[in-house]
């Protein structure tokens, strides 16, 4: 686990200057890569390539990067790890390789020598975003692992191709200059997050999951996906499985034995986040079944019940047999995590559970340095509860006759609009109002305009409903939601919401959140879910092997039950999520109200103040069901301070670590 950056300027440069310029940007990503550093630059081609190393795996010097290949024609910088590369050395050395060292990014290397970079990307089953540059053919490529475990930006600043692991190391670069898009702003009050292959910046992308980029002198850049979710959905759902469901659960665990034990490969301290769930209990059995000693396993508590799931971990680890380390957190333990975030994740990002992620990250950085995790459990075995909200408005519409949705919903809206309803107005495209009814026929008036299962889906996942009327100047780019070359039909309502989810919420939310907060720290943290086979596996899986008695993931809880009790695991599902709407109305009021100040909002140009205001005023007049819709304003206010003032919680953070 690593950062990488770096830049190339056809037509040559300094190399006095690359080398300065490259070292800049390699070394804000101090925080990815605390155990080493290198640049390798080629002047004449223009091309500079840095790295920051955390060593996981080879900790001698033959594992320092940028590595060049045994003959010399590839040179490469790597962030993650590939899982197999024990299996694929032994090929490679049969067909006459030599290697001088054990590390998965020299097997890379002689992959390329061997098969070229777009042939070798297929063998790789791995975490991973990378920057290979060909010597001979004067060509550099980037590459993302299949499900955007890793992140990869790109962009130009006048000529110059810029890349990284964060936003943070392109800005390095003296012709970087960020101007804010405004329509990517629109997209992160929807969603929480910014999608890929957007960006905070204009001008600057994310490389999607399971594609790389090509890029030579004479060319514009050419992305060739090399791996494609759509026709993993498309695969799976023609040809689902027909064993039995026992035989279908042992396919499962055989599966997950070996994604883990691959994901367990590590010449330093290893462990796993343990909430007591499903899906990380599911893990962290496997895990100890296929290990020697005690697995280290880590969670965090809050005293607050409604939030605390410590206890449960407690009693899976128990069962387990897990060296388990617990940590109960105060409210100004988490808080403080809050003015750290902008620093973190680059972009305005504003799902709360990046506090006690970065909490249980911490902890975890105590002991070890690779930690697993249990994500992505929910996407791909139908486990999030939204999944059958939705399926049952779904239902219920199918009900309504397609001719009578549309006059419905007009006479709904003319209620509300002509005051019939207590007199509340809409307001931003939410219906507000004192009354809790008059709020829900408004959205059922907007629920009645829709026509299709993703626009259903979009409209009760988001967040602010029509954020283009709050961000002044913008429009909603396309994303997986709406954009005809990424939706695809699929049988089953469940089926599009999982592809939805993997296409988007799954990369540039749960795995962003992850990697920010745990990279923040030096901590390398796994999925082995997400090893593509189980992907492609989930996909094969029927419906009604997911979805069952109203509960999802039934074919993975049958494996979970395998490891651990059923007492310890049924029980509802309480999420990773802190009291942010208490906080801003209590010890972080004066914060948040500096931050959406009218003046402030007004002068700052970006947003409409007044329906920011009205909301704010409801909020801190106990209608606490708008908290998400302040939390992403504020998250943004918080990032722009930070970015406007350029030093702050940046330097502070860089000089911890002992550089700046």
């Known amino acids: ?47 500079a390539l840095g790295h920051r190393r955390l060593s996981i795996v080879d900790l001698s010097p033959t594992g320092r990067q940028p590595m060049i290949s045994q003959t010399g024609r590839y040179v490469i910088v790597l962030n993650g790890e590939i899982y197999n590369f024990r299996e694929l050395r032994p090929q490679l050395e049969a067909q006459g390789h030599r290697f001088r060292g ?33 010597r001979v053919a004067q060509t550099l490529y980037l590459c993302r692992d299949r499900m955007g ?10 000529q110059t191709f810029l890349f990284g692991s964060e936003l943070k190391a392109l800005g390095r670069h003296p012709k970087f200059q960020p101007t804010v898009n405004r329509d990517a702003v629109a997209l992160y009050l929807r969603h929480n997050y910014i999608p890929a292959p957007y960006s905070i910046y204009q001008g600057i992308s994310k490389l999607l999951p399971g594609c790389f980029l090509e890029l030579r002198a004479d060319a514009e850049p050419v992305i060739t996906p090399y791996w494609s979710l759509r026709e993993a959905a498309q695969r799976g759902c023609k040809s689902p499985l027909t064993c039995s469901e026992q035989e279908a659960s042992e396919q499962l665990e055989e599966l997950l034995r070996d994604a883990v034990r691959l994901q367990m490969v590590a010449d330093v301290p ?27 396993t880590f969670t965090i508590g809050f005293n607050e ?23 109960y957190v105060t409210p100004e333990e988490a808080m403080a995590v809050i003015p ?25 950085r105590q002991a070890v340095t690779v930690s697993l995790s249990g994500d992505g459990g929910d996407e791909l075995f139908g486990g999030y509860s939204i999944y059958r909200s939705v399926m049952a408005v779904n239902k219920a519409l199918r009900r309504l006759p397609s001719s009578l949705r549309r006059p419905a919903a007009w006479g709904l809206e003319a209620a509300i609009k002509t005051g019939l309803l207590d007199g509340w107005q809409v307001k931003d495209g939410q219906y507000v109002g004192a009354g809790l009814l008059t709020e829900r026929l408004g959205n059922l008036a907007r629920v009645l305009r829709l026509r299709t299962r993703e626009e259903l889906y979009l409209y009760l996942m988001s967040q602010w409903r029509t954020p283009t009327r709050l961000v002044q100047g913008a429009q909603e780019p396309l994303t997986a939601f709406n954009d005809p070359a990424r939706t695809l039909e699929l049988p089953h309502p469940l089926q599009t919401m999982e592809y939805i989810d993997m296409g988007s919420y799954l990369p540039d939310d749960i795995l962003v959140k992850v990697d920010r907060a745990s990279m923040a720290l030096s901590l390398e943290s796994r999925v082995p879910l997400l090893d593509y ?11 009604s092997m997911k979805l069952r008695d109203g509960q999802g993931k039934w074919l993975l809880r049958q494996v979970a039950y395998r490891y651990v009790p059923r007492e310890l695991l049924d029980r509802p599902k309480k999420g990773f999520s802190v009291p942010v709407d208490l906080w801003i109305c209590g010890p972080l009021r004066e914060w948040a109200e500096a931050l959406l100040d009218e003046t402030r909002l007004r002068n700052e140009g970006m947003f409409d103040p007044k329906p920011i205001r009205e909301i704010w005023s409801r909020h801190l007049a106990g209608t606490r069901n708008s908290n998400s819709l302040l939390w992403d304003v504020l998250m943004y206010q918080a990032w722009q301070e930070a970015q406007r003032s350029g030093t702050g919680v940046s330097d502070t953070h860089m000089a911890a670590l002992g550089t700046a």
Request: glycine letters at 10%; charged letters at 20%; a negative charge.
């Open 533 to 543: 086979r189980v992907v492609e596996f989930a996909w094969r899986t029927p419906v």
């Open 270 to 296: 290893l462990g796993a986040f343990l909430s007591g769930g499903f899906d990380s209990s599911t893990i962290v059995g496997i895990m100890q079944a296929q290990s020697s000693r005690p697995v280290k």
């Open 1 to 47: 686990m690593c950062g990488i950056t770096g830049f190339f300027t056809p037509g040559g440069h300094h190399a006095g200057e690359m080398n300065v310029t490259v070292r800049r940007m390699a070394d804000v990503l101090i925080h990815r890569g605390p155990d080493a550093g290198g640049v390798w630059i080629d002047a004449a081609a223009g091309i």
């Open 149 to 158: 475990e890793k992140p990869l930006y790109y962009g130009y600043a006048g």
């Open 305 to 327: 019940e409604q939030f605390d799931e410590a206890r449960h971990a407690k009693a899976v680890a128990r069962h387990l047999g897990t060296e388990h380390t617990e940590l």
């Open 340 to 364: 750290k975030l902008p620093w973190f994740y680059d972009e305005p990002f504003a799902d709360s559970s990046q506090i006690p992620t970065y909490l249980v990250s911490q902890l975890a």
């Open 102 to 134: 054990t590390s998965d990014t020299e097997v890379m290397l002689a992959a390329f020598e061997e098969w070229g970079v777009p042939d070798s990307v297929h063998r790789f089953n791995g975490m991973f975003a990378f920057a290979v540059w060909d």
